[in-house]
DNA sequence: CTGGTAATCTAATCATGATTAGATTATTTT
DNA sequence: AAAATAATCTAATCATGATTAGATTACCAG
């Protein structure tokens, strides 16, 4: 076989894109660097070029989507909307973010057991600076949290929500949002932004002052 | 090394308990069958013995889980309670089912995946049997959704609900359900049926009508 | 007891898949 | 266009882990 010429010399972001999809379909560990060197047209080997190893793309993978997603949220979040609108738009932008990109999003769901998973993370393993990245990401995994938590409770102060046990409210509203990006799908029903509408309503519903 | 006199012979309940642990811990692909066998004092090849393959052992696991499920959910559903209440003891049901065994409770959400995945199920596949269990396993689980969208459909049609998007609402209830199984700890604030109280208000406010 | 079946074990087999080594080719920079 | 660097490739290496083969031991029915 000659060398290919090479369409284009292959970037990080495509690969990413790649492996997203990659994960998406078959999850962290069924899923072989060579699926996601063939996606992009390369080989296993060329991978190790843009990224230290395994677990160094599948963390870049998962960062790029909390990155994007926060960067849609955090806006919001601190703009002086009242909390019932605030939330409503928080919603839609989480919701439709993973609608927009089933393949992070399902990462995001799916994959992030292999990052705290003792097995995939010794803590105490090989590379130090993969380790930091990991607490990192936890990291904004809980602001992204936070972020939902602060609206409800100013909410609730302002007397536009009915009292709830906040922390169990959000975690009720993630666990919807993160599920939809298992069952969504491009060709149904409804798309992203209907979805995220019927989903504000019942949530706003349920805040709704007695 | 001397033969164990094997303490007691091991039994497949046993080791679906093992595996659903060690399940929960490492998903899918990271648990290995020495890690399954080890948990009840096995080796690897003794599992064989008892199921067919990793696929199948797999397969028992969530059977299981889904079977307890719906024991619990189903007398519940085909009761003549109000849907209000009917509704309040599913969601109490299913999410202390979550709660009260974590191990298939994850299982179950992570780990169906594998069995609709194209890598892990060519569904030509080698076991017959086992496609035809893996097709009984989807079946059951839509059985489930359909019994949460008959008590909505029900509370609506009473005029006890007020009317929302039922698939929807479904969807949005049991992913919060299932994303309890990801973050519940034993030793959290609240215990299970707290837990369940709270998600149960939560959705029945969203459900009352104008 | 005695044969038969069940449950385990140890020791292969076999395949897969991450990672590394050592070129080779492409692209920039100067 | 020579040197340096980036991006790929092919061909190992190496480890892991599912599954199978061939005993061995435990227990039950007659």
Redesign the pocket.
């Given at each position: 076989?000659a060398?290919?010429?090479?369409d284009?010399?292959?970037?990080k972001e495509d690969i990413l894109l790649a492996a997203a999809d990659v994960l998406q379909r078959n999850g962290y560990e069924?899923?072989?660097?060579?699926d996601i060197?063939a996606e992009v047209?390369?080989?296993?080997?060329?991978l190790?070029?843009?990224f230290r190893?395994?677990?160094a793309l599948l963390l870049a993978v998962l960062e790029a989507g909390i990155e994007h997603i926060l960067s849609q949220i955090e806006p919001i979040a601190v703009s002086s909307y009242p909390p019932d609108h605030k939330l409503r738009l928080m919603i839609h932008a989480h919701v439709t973010g993973l609608t927009n990109n089933t393949a992070v999003g399902a990462a995001m769901v799916f994959e992030i057991k292999s990052l705290v998973s003792v097995k995939t993370a010794p803590d105490d393993g090989r590379d130090p600076e993969v380790a930091e990245r990991r607490r990192a990401f936890i990291a904004r995994r809980d602001q992204f949290e936070r972020l939902f938590r602060a609206v409800i409770q100013e909410g609730i102060e302002r007397g536009l929500f009915c009292p709830v046990d906040v922390p169990i409210f959000v975690k009720t509203l993630l666990g919807a949002h993160n599920w939809v990006g298992v069952w969504y799908r491009p060709d149904g029903r409804l798309n992203g932004d209907e979805i995220a509408d019927r989903m504000a309503d019942t949530f706003l519903r349920a805040l709704q002052p007695a």
């Open positions: 076989m060398r290919k010429p090479a284009q010399s292959v970037n069924s899923t072989t660097m060579k060197a047209n390369l080989t296993a080997a060329s190790y070029h843009h190893n395994k677990d």
